[in-house]
């Protein structure tokens, strides 16, 4: 079973709008930590930001914000303002205290930020 | 080095021969990771190395993959007899303290079977 969904395959905004990431994950740890990362054009992941289950606060960093539900098993991302520089594929990833050693991707989201 | 390197960032191999992926972790990074992306696909884990140890094999796809790790610093991933269905970009990550700690990823390398 895939213990990251990311539903959106592709998404298309025009420059300025709002755009949300979906990320729904599944584990049976209660502890537990979230990642996002972005792949821009150059292949390169970049690390964007890291949750612990017990630490349900959202979190802004300028035009990112990032939606923990833990009662819908989520980890939603919001880029505000969007920007061509955004374009790239965003993954989600889940990595868990029992297991440990490795994450677990989504599938990705392909963002395109048309100007 | 400032970042993890890897080498070649692109191979075009024929299938049958054997390939070596070449990855250069971040200085003093004692995990280091494999990883393999396939087109539209996201990351398929592959193995784990904890020092020069690989307590973690479970991803390596068959017995023609294999990988190690030595001195805790530079890991060489090999594909032996090179099917069609490896061309992938292969990525490898490090990270300080194991695996609760976001990973730094390198550029990756593009292998293409033909």
């Known amino acids: 079973a895939q213990k990251v969904t990311q539903a959106q395959t592709e998404i298309s905004v025009v420059e300025k709008e709002d755009v949300t990431l979906d990320c729904v994950y599944e584990?049976?740890?209660?502890?537990?930590?979230l990642f996002w990362y972005k792949q821009p054009p150059s292949g390169e992941l970049v690390f964007l930001i890291r949750?612990?289950?017990?630490?349900?606060q959202n979190e802004i960093s300028g035009r990112y914000s990032w939606n923990f539900q833990k009662s819908t098993s989520s980890f939603n991302f919001t880029i505000t303002a969007s920007q061509v520089v955004d374009s790239a594929v965003y993954f989600c990833a889940l990595s868990e205290a029992s297991t440990g050693n490795q994450f677990y991707f989504g599938t990705g989201t392909s963002l395109t930020v048309i100007p | 080095g400032a970042g993890v390197s890897q080498s070649p960032s692109n191979k075009v191999t024929e299938k049958g021969k054997d390939v070596e992926l070449r990855c250069d972790p971040i200085s003093g990074h004692t995990a280091l990771y494999w990883y393999r992306q396939s087109l539209g696909q996201g990351l398929e884990f592959l193995i784990y190395?904890?020092?020069?140890?690989?307590?973690?094999k479970s991803g390596l796809p068959s017995d023609r993959f294999s990988a190690e790790r030595t001195g805790g610093s530079v890991s060489t991933l090999t594909i032996q007899r090179t099917q069609q269905e490896d061309s992938a970009v292969y990525l490898c990550a490090s990270s300080l303290a194991g695996p609760r700690i976001a990973y730094t990823f390198g550029s990756g390398t593009r292998l293409t079977v033909v």
């Open positions: 949750r612990n289950s017990f630490d349900e």
């Open positions: 190395f904890q020092g020069n140890s690989a307590p973690d």
């Open positions: 584990t049976r740890d209660t502890t537990y930590y």
